[in-house]
């Protein structure tokens, strides 16, 4: 008798035979650059198929050839991620800009548009305004709250409408917290589908594995910075990109000659942080939760934008409830004051530590506009509310109420007269 098993009892173990590595229960780290052929005609079957000259026979299984290319630890990996988006295929990467750029050199060609949303993680941001526009593809923006008729006017008033190659989403937006509505991403795609397909990526480092599903509400591609959650103790820079065979198989062909896979050792530390993934996120989720709550109610806190702070009344509540299984662990505030204050505050953490990154055990503090988002331009710095006085918390497992007294305390020396 089958059972379905949930993904966090399979990550235990899924993809993995113990009696292929001596019984080993843990997968080895396959440290090794080339794989040995049993006969020069399988050595050619698993050429054939790595570079798509025919299609697989029933049965047969592509063979190991060379870590550019397969690794078991990459393999096993990339199955296991699979598990929690419900993805076909996935493609793993040495950081999460390497998946990030590698993506948009496939489905984007000179002559193209690319419509995403705003804000998006700085180096994003860069790579879109700076190297893009270098190859000739034309980009234009838009932001939460903008309607599909106003995003559909947009994309025609670029006179490059019919050249709509790809829609780029993060949801939530880093650093702060602000919803995209995925399913209208796919309604204004539809809107522009031509004879060429519109394919839709979602960035969806913010949630992480656990709580939102992005493939489930009309993407095509889901990435992470697998450096973040999926990693989750801030040893590791990883990326990773999930989709269906026929998207992930452009990814990988692309990846192989970028050469930008991530290597077995931090396969291997990836498929070890997959066994806590699960109630690391849950811990962190819950913690940031009472942050959240703490600092609505402090009178040194002009606002705060957190996921499970979002109220029937909010604009933004029916994305939260369609498409979001969790709130996150992702805080970001407004202190009284400015760029002074927020550094006080930053200056006088005792237990979070000052660094960007996010979804690690431990929790960090940042300021946004001049740390992850120092390159984006100032116009839409303003435009997108990434202020002076916004601090962005990524909230770790630690105990809440030593949280909670240390941003009481940081609080108290930022806002103090001197």
Not at 71 to 98: K, T, Y
Not at 353 to 370: D, R, Y
Request: hydrophobic letters at 40%.
């Amino acid at each position: 008798m089958k059972h379905p098993f949930k993904p966090e009892s399979l990550m235990m173990s899924h993809g993995y035979k113990p009696a292929l590595s001596q019984g080993a229960i843990k997968c080895p780290i396959f440290q090794t650059s080339t794989f040995v052929f049993e006969t020069a005609e399988e050595g050619k079957a698993f050429f054939e198929l790595a570079y798509g000259k025919r299609e697989k026979e029933e049965g047969e299984e592509q063979g190991l050839i060379y870590s550019r290319i397969n690794n078991p630890d990459l393999e096993i990996l990339e199955d296991r991620l699979c598990l929690w988006d419900g993805a076909e295929q996935c493609a793993v990467f040495e950081s999460g800009m390497s998946a990030i750029s590698t993506v948009l050199l496939e489905f984007l060609s000179p002559g193209d548009l690319l419509l995403y949303s705003r804000p998006v993680y700085g180096g994003t941001d860069h790579f879109i305004h700076h190297f893009l526009p270098k190859i000739g593809v034309h980009i234009v923006g838009f932001t939460a709250g903008q309607s599909q008729e106003d995003i559909i006017k947009a994309v025609d008033a670029t006179g490059n409408a019919d050249k709509l190659r790809m829609i780029y989403a993060e949801t939530p937006a880093n650093p702060t917290n602000t919803l995209i509505d995925l399913q209208m991403c796919r309604r204004v795609a539809d809107h522009f589908q031509g004879d060429e397909k519109i394919t839709i990526a979602v960035d969806n480092t913010y949630m992480g594995p656990l709580w939102q599903h992005p493939l489930k509400h009309g993407a095509d591609l889901v990435l992470y910075s697998a450096t973040k959650y999926i990693g989750g103790h801030s040893d590791v820079v990883a990326g990773a990109v999930l989709g269906d065979a026929e998207h992930i198989l452009r990814v990988k062909t692309l990846r192989t000659f970028l050469g930008n896979m991530t290597g077995p050792w931090t396969a291997w530390l990836l498929m070890r942080s997959l066994e806590t993934l699960k109630v690391r996120m849950e811990q962190q989720q819950a913690n940031a939760q009472r942050v959240a709550e703490h600092l609505s109610k402090h009178p040194s806190v002009k606002r705060v934008k957190y996921l499970g702070l979002l109220t029937p009344d909010d604009a933004e509540y029916p994305i939260y409830k369609q498409q979001c299984e969790g709130s996150g662990a992702m805080v970001s505030f407004d202190i009284q004051g400015g760029e002074k204050e927020a550094f006080k505050f930053l200056n006088s953490l005792k237990l979070i530590k000052l660094a960007v990154s996010l979804g690690g055990t431990e929790s960090l503090g940042e300021h946004p506009k001049t740390m992850t988002h120092a390159g984006v331009a100032d116009e839409h710095l303003a435009e997108l509310h990434i202020t002076d006085s916004l601090v962005r918390l990524s909230i770790g497992v630690e105990n809440i109420d030593d949280l909670i007294w240390d941003i009481d305390q940081a609080l108290q020396a930022a806002l103090t007269q001197q």
